[in-house]
């Protein structure tokens, strides 16, 4: 036993001073290389809170019936009053029957384009030559965003192309084409006879901007009884999954005002309250920020507001949103992020000649490492967050803060023109 007394107080004493010459190290290691460095990147900081809130429009329900409903109109397309939006076939046969006496609707059209066209069906190389020059000029048109005369130009190029399709091979004359045209209207007849009384039409009974979605919620809330929303109401129609009709062709939004009725606290909701607008920014299926009007914020109730957005922007674009996670964003500050160790304060001294007089003026900035030496950039601070700053340059040319600028972070000694040496 009293053998091991000096073997224990040896291994004490090594561990010791194993761990002295670690340390030794770590400080030789941090004089030896002392600058610590990270890189200046654009950054967006929010001044925002988040909420769940529901999406609400003036909407009416459109019914299928009993049948096949085929919907012929898309999402987010403007619908006119008596415009069809969907076709209800009796059974899989008429619906069969139907597509048949589209197809040749189309044919028919394109024909008749193709007859009413100059130049003779029986060059390819003509018609080769009138198809190029058609994409051509479809091509420039979609390019200047020009689409005023996008179905004729589409026309034209399926008619030339049914022209060749005529052509190739064989010596076809304006004459035969009439010939064909006459074939496909008789049996255009025929089909359309057939599918009378097996296909009926769902006409829109007023305009507005169809939608496929029909989740329920158009009959538990509108524009007109948003405005009386509750904390727990908005709370409760937050928690429901309602089901929609099976059934219906779609829906009709009237209005295009929407509303998003969103949950907040009731700090949050007396700083909105002094809002006129605010940047509404969706979690998830619209990306884009979409300004809003703070219409009215609800009286609490135990800590909690409903506040009440109005926008009749991007409705074609959100006709398929209804709950939703939100940003709800006052300001926004969008410039370089720094930490805040990187951010120093130079002092420059100056000296009036004629009256002796000595001023000190203070500059914010960081110091970059650039071509091996430190140059000092001014910045100003636009923004504070927990352990940064969003910050933009100061000055102009050579001397501004840049996005990928290496920063320092911790260091001694600096100032501009010194030589670093970074590992």
């Given at each position: 036993m009293k053998q091991g007394?000096?073997?224990?107080?040896?291994?004490?004493?090594?561990?010791?001073?194993?761990?002295?010459?670690?340390?030794?190290?770590?400080?030789?290691?941090?004089?030896?290389?002392?600058?610590?460095?990270?890189?200046?990147?654009?950054?967006?900081?929010?001044?925002?809170?988040?909420?769940?809130g529901l999406i609400i429009r003036s909407e009416r329900v459109l019914s299928g019936g009993a049948g096949i409903v085929d919907v012929t109109r898309g999402e987010g397309e403007q619908v006119g009053a008596g415009q069809t939006v969907a076709l209800v076939y009796r059974d899989g046969q008429a619906q069969q029957a139907q597509e048949q006496q589209d197809a040749l609707a189309l044919e028919i059209t394109q024909l008749r384009y193709a007859i009413g066209?100059?130049?003779?069906?029986?060059?390819?190389?003509?018609?080769?030559?009138?198809?190029?020059?058609?994409?051509?000029?479809?091509?420039?048109?979609?390019?200047?965003?020009?689409?005023?005369?996008?179905?004729?130009?589409?026309?034209?190029?399926?008619?030339?192309?049914?022209?060749?399709?005529?052509?190739?091979?064989?010596?076809?004359?304006?004459?035969?084409?009439?010939?064909?045209?006459?074939?496909?209207?008789?049996q255009y007849s025929a089909l359309q006879g057939q599918t009378y009384n097996a296909v009926t039409q769902i006409n829109a009974p007023q305009a507005g901007t169809f939608s496929t979605l029909v989740d329920g919620y158009e009959l538990l809330v509108s524009l007109d009884t948003a405005p009386q929303l509750t904390p727990a109401g908005l709370e409760d129609l937050l928690r429901q999954t309602p089901t929609g009709?099976?059934?219906?062709?779609?829906?009709?939004?009237?209005?295009?005002?929407?509303?998003?009725?969103?949950?907040?606290?009731?700090?949050?909701?007396?700083?909105l309250e002094t809002q006129s607008a605010v940047t509404l920014r969706f979690a998830g299926g619209f990306t884009q920020d979409i300004p809003m009007e703070v219409v009215q914020v609800s009286p609490a109730e135990e800590g909690r507001c409903v506040v009440l957005l109005s926008t009749d922007r991007f409705l074609e674009q959100t006709t398929l949103l209804r709950r939703q996670s939100a940003e709800l964003i006052f300001n926004s500050h969008t410039g370089l992020r720094v930490p805040k160790a990187a951010l120093r304060?130079?002092?420059?001294?100056?000296?009036?000649?004629?009256?002796?007089?000595?001023?000190?003026?203070?500059?914010?900035?960081?110091?970059?490492?650039?071509?091996?030496?430190?140059?000092?950039?001014?910045?100003?601070?636009?923004?504070?967050?927990?352990?940064?700053?969003?910050?933009?340059?100061?000055?102009?040319?050579?001397?501004?803060?840049?996005?990928?600028?290496?920063?320092?972070?911790?260091?001694?000694?600096?100032?501009?023109?010194?030589?670093?040496?970074?590992?």
């Open positions: 007394k000096p073997l224990i107080t040896f291994v004490i004493v090594l561990l010791a001073a194993a761990l002295a010459c670690y340390l030794a190290y770590y400080v030789w290691g941090t004089f030896q290389d002392p600058f610590t460095t990270t890189y200046a990147y654009e950054y967006e900081l929010n001044d925002s809170v988040e909420a769940e066209q100059s130049g003779s069906v029986s060059s390819v190389a003509e018609i080769d030559q009138e198809i190029f020059q058609s994409l051509v000029a479809l091509r420039g048109a979609s390019a200047l965003h020009d689409y005023a005369s996008l179905e004729e130009q589409v026309l034209e190029i399926k008619g030339s192309v049914l022209r060749r399709e005529y052509s190739y091979g064989a010596d076809l004359t304006a004459e035969d084409l009439a010939t064909r045209l006459n074939d496909l209207t008789a009709d099976a059934s219906a062709a779609g829906k009709l939004i009237l209005s295009k005002e929407w509303y998003f009725a969103a949950l907040v606290t009731q700090e949050e909701g007396e700083r304060i130079q002092t420059d001294t100056q000296t009036d000649q004629e009256t002796g007089e000595t001023t000190e003026t203070n500059t914010t900035g960081v110091y970059t490492v650039m071509a091996g030496r430190l140059e000092f950039k001014p910045v100003s601070i636009l923004a504070e967050g927990s352990d940064f700053y969003v910050v933009r340059p100061a000055q102009e040319g050579s001397r501004a803060l840049r996005s990928g600028d290496e920063l320092v972070v911790q260091g001694t000694g600096l100032y501009s023109g010194k030589l670093v040496e970074l590992s």
